[in-house]
C-alpha cells in the first residue's frame, strides 16, 4: 500500500547542534509539509513545499523537496531547548487524502 | 485571530457511553477534517467536510463512529458506544481550500478516555 516513511524515529542532541530528518514516499507527491507538535498541543505547520528541487527556509528551520517528488528532508540548524517535539512531514495521496508520517521525537540537551 | 478550537480538551468516561467530540474551524476556512492520534498508529485521517460535505470516510474505523458539519462554523465527531480501544487525542483541522493538498491547521485537540 502507499506508505510514508519518516526517520529516524527519535534523535537525542546537544543544543547547538545540528539536525536532520527525512521522509520517502511510495508515490510521488506535488505537496510535502512539514510540521511541529509540542506536548498538549495540535500539529503547527513549519513549512510548505509545493515544487520539486525547492528549498524554503523559515529561521533556522530549511526543508527540501527532492527532485524525485518522492523525499523531502527538514534541517535545523543551531538546535535550542525549545526545538524538542514532535516533527511530522506529510503529503496528499491522489491529492485527496492528507497522509503523515511517524514522526520524529527531538529531545535538546541544554 | 482564533484558531481551530476543540472541546471539550479532555473526556473520560466509561465504556458503553456516548461520546460527542465538538469543533469550530477558523472562520473562511472551506475544508474540515478529523483525526485520531495514538502511539501505536500514528495520526490518521478520519474523514474530510468540503463545503459541510462529507468527501472520504474511509478513514473511520466502524459504524460507532460518526461525523456531521450541519453549518461551516461547527462539527461533531460522535463515538457511540464508546470502548476502551478508542482512547486518543481527537484533533480537527481546517484549510483554506478546497483540495487537501492545503496546508491544514490544527486545533489543540481532545483526549479521550474510554474506561
Known amino acids: 500500500g502507499q506508505q510514508l516513511n519518516q526517520s529516524p524515529q527519535s534523535m537525542f542532541i546537544q543544543e547547538g547542534e545540528d539536525v536532520s530528518m527525512n521522509c520517502t514516499s511510495s508515490s510521488i507527491f506535488n505537496t510535502w509539509l512539514w510540521y511541529k507538535q509540542d506536548p498538549g498541543e495540535g500539529p503547527v505547520l513549519l513549512i510548505a513545499?509545493?515544487?520539486?528541487?525547492e528549498l524554503t527556509s523559515n529561521g533556522r528551520l530549511t526543508a527540501q523537496f527532492g527532485i524525485t517528488r518522492k523525499d523531502s528532508f527538514l534541517n535545523i540548524s543551531a538546535s535550542i531547548p525549545s526545538d524538542v517535539g514532535i516533527y511530522f512531514c506529510?503529503?496528499?495521496?491522489?491529492?485527496?487524502?492528507?497522509?503523515f508520517g511517524a514522526g520524529t521525537r527531538l529531545t535538546v540537551k541544554p | 485571530d482564533a484558531g481551530v478550537i476543540q472541546s471539550p480538551r479532555h473526556e473520560v468516561t466509561e465504556m458503553g457511553q456516548e461520546v460527542t467530540l465538538r469543533c469550530k474551524p477558523i472562520?473562511?476556512?472551506?475544508?474540515l477534517f478529523w483525526y485520531r492520534q495514538t502511539m501505536m498508529r500514528g495520526l490518521e485521517l478520519l474523514i474530510y467536510f468540503n463545503n459541510n460535505v462529507p468527501i472520504d470516510d474511509s478513514g473511520m474505523p466502524e459504524d460507532r463512529f460518526s461525523a456531521k458539519m450541519p453549518n461551516a462554523s461547527f462539527s461533531t465527531l460522535k463515538i457511540q458506544p464508546s470502548e476502551p480501544r478508542d482512547s486518543a487525542v481527537y484533533f480537527c483541522a481546517s484549510s483554506p481550500g478546497s483540495s487537501s493538498n492545503q496546508p491544514q491547521h490544527f486545533g489543540d485537540g481532545t483526549r479521550l478516555s474510554i474506561l
Open positions: 506529510a503529503g496528499p495521496f491522489n491529492n485527496n487524502d492528507m497522509r
Open positions: 472562520s473562511g476556512h472551506n475544508s
Open positions: 513545499l509545493y515544487k520539486a528541487g
